[in-house]
Each structure stands twice: as C-alpha cells, then as structure tokens.
C-alpha cells in the first residue's frame, strides 16, 4: 500500500492519535515531534527514524525502518542500534544516518530528540543552599 493511501486511512482516526486543545498529537513509534503530520508519521512513511532512550538509562536507542522486508514480516523490518559513547558522538552518528539519503528531513527533529533524550538522562545536581544576606537571616 502506498504512503500517501495510508496516511489518508490513518490521519484521522488511529490508536496514537491525540487530540487536546484543538491540537492534534501522535504517540507512535518513529514520530520524532509528536505531531499528527504526514512527514513526521511513522506509520504512513516507508523509512522511519524512531529515537528513544536506552533501556539501561544510558545512552539512545536509533531505529529506523528497512524497506526491503514484507509486510507479513513486521518485527524484522526494524533495525536498532543503541549508542551510548556521549552527546556528540551520538549527534554526528545520528546526522550522518539522516544525511546519507535515508530522511534527510528529519535531520534537525532526530538531532533535537537525541538531545533531549541525553539531557533527561544526566543526574540533577543538588544546588547549593544560599546564605541569607542580613542580620535578621542570620540570627537563628
């Protein structure tokens, strides 16, 4: 089935659709802004790049879509790599897959999530009490 009868079928009505506000969002697998569109769906589009976090809670996990497997075959048409050598190791990895002719579109949304992902992932540092100014904050 072609991309653009499929996304014709789903637009308007699937399992991942999400509608507040008057604002329609996407939770599907391979859509890297969340947003109810043709070019960022993963389910209509033939080649996909979904970015999620590592299961081990260091590092990214890139998936992108082969177009060669057939359509009873589902679970083998996805191709995973987690990377987890740091920010830009990650990012030039990432741009270099969307760069090379697979969805070059797609290249400031999947840098932007890699991002976003690895910054979740850093611990929070405790910040520093402040000393109070004063002799009233002082006096305890």
């Known amino acids: 089935m072609s991309a653009d009868l499929t996304w014709l079928l789903v637009k308007n009505n ?19 802004l969340n947003k109810n569109s043709f070019k960022y769906s993963g389910i209509a589009n033939k080649k996909i790049i979904d970015i999620s976090a590592a299961p081990t809670g260091r590092g990214v996990v890139v998936a992108t879509k082969k177009s060669n497997v057939p359509a009873f075959k589902p679970s083998k048409g996805i191709h995973k790599v987690t990377l987890s050598k740091g920010v830009r190791k990650s990012a030039r990895s990432v741009a270099g897959l969307a760069r090379s002719g697979y969805r070059a579109d797609l290249r400031q949304a999947a840098l932007a999530r890699v991002a976003a992902v690895l910054k979740s992932q850093k611990p929070v540092k405790a910040a520093p009490k402040k000393a109070g100014k004063g002799i009233r904050a002082n006096k305890n």
């Open 14 to 32: 699937n399992s991942f659709l999400v509608k507040r506000n008057g604002v329609q969002f996407s939770s599907e697998a391979g859509n890297l």
